[in-house]
């Protein structure tokens, strides 16, 4: 069973999470940014899941940590973000994620085969 | 105008997605819908009361994060308009604008009482 990191400090979205993905994947979860940067360091995911407002470091700095760290740099990262605004997908592509998503999530079936993909094609 | 079904103007009603609730429900069945509305009953309820606070010491920082979190939540329930009332604080407190954010708090507090009013009736709705 693949591994995904989620990096979400609203409990619901978590909630909402672990409906959707928790049979298919073992997750693991963190409410922070610094929490989850330690956690990547322990264990390497197959992708990481994250929320790009965050309390402390929010998610575009994690992403810049987590491409900084040799043994991370080509982790597969999704960004999931409560904006949707014209032009953030480029935003969020030159920024370094793989790919964005936003909240709510309202296609399971697009949200899972982003993730699929996105792990096939990282091996 | 009020509805036909409930206490409820039809102007509110119409400002709920009701398909929020039946996705959770067909994602994880009645649990699912419990647990996200009680943290939306709870944690909701406490959002509202920090922006109300923060206000009072002009710490437009809170607001921006509070009300961006309410966004989340209201939209995983289907509060459409509660989402849009957080969402103008949430831009003028980041902007720094500080015109508007009282009357739009208070908006903010209505929008809140009267969706938990809709999702009461909804959960009691939904069960069998």
Redesign the interface.
Known sequence: MKTLTVVE?????L??VR??LGKEYRLLTYEDGRAALEGLNEERPDLVLLDI?L?GMDGNEVLKRIRANAALADLPVIALT?HAMNGDRDRFLSAGFDDYLT??I?D?DHFKSIIQNLICKAG | MRSLSGDLPMHQLAHMDHT?LT??YE??GIG?VD??LE??YD?GAQRVDRVKRAWTVGDLLTIE?ET??L???A??VGAVALNDVATEIETRARRGHREGIPELITELAAAYGDVLIHLHRSQSDMRP
């Open positions: 400090d609203n409990l619901d979205n909630l909402l409906a959707l407002s309390p409560a909240k709510p309202i399971a | 929020a996705r959770l994602l994880g699912l647990e996200i943290y939306f944690v994060r961006h979190a966004r989340s939540s939209l995983n």
